[in-house]
């Protein structure tokens, strides 16, 4: 998926198609757990679409719920929905950053000799 060490950079117009495609992949994520929060809201909460809507957008986005819910099993949903979501947010954020992450660890190359644990290994001599 991303060039090896010993590879070049991507040249930067194929850096900026990978991160597009990234970016994508990452609001994709996030739409569809957002349409699972409205689906939720709508038929287990009872809310209309437009409150489901609402509802869930504000949980996917960390500022919670705007309705109160009146069954059990809709605060349940909200329970568990609420804290999926800071997973799923969590991932899309890390689908959106690895690209730009790897292109300055490849290029700053961190282990110059390639080596994992240079630092416990002793000196020969």
Do not use: C
Request: glycine share 8%; charged share 20%.
């Amino acid at each position: 998926m991303f060039e090896r060490r010993q590879e070049p950079l991507l040249p930067i117009a194929e850096f900026r198609r990978r991160v597009a495609r990234f970016a994508v992949l990452a609001l994709a994520v996030t739409m569809v757990w957002w349409m699972v929060g409205i689906l939720g809201y709508h038929f287990l909460a009872g809310l209309s679409w437009i409150d489901a809507i609402l509802n869930s957008a504000m949980i996917v986005g960390g500022m919670g719920p705007v309705d109160p819910l009146k069954n059990d099993v809709a605060k349940l949903f909200a329970s568990v929905y609420a804290i999926t979501s800071g997973a799923v947010f969590i991932g899309a954020v890390g689908l959106l950053f690895s690209p730009i992450i790897h292109r300055v660890y490849h290029h700053f190359h961190i282990n110059e000799d390639g080596d994992e644990d240079d630092d416990n290994q002793s000196p020969s001599n």
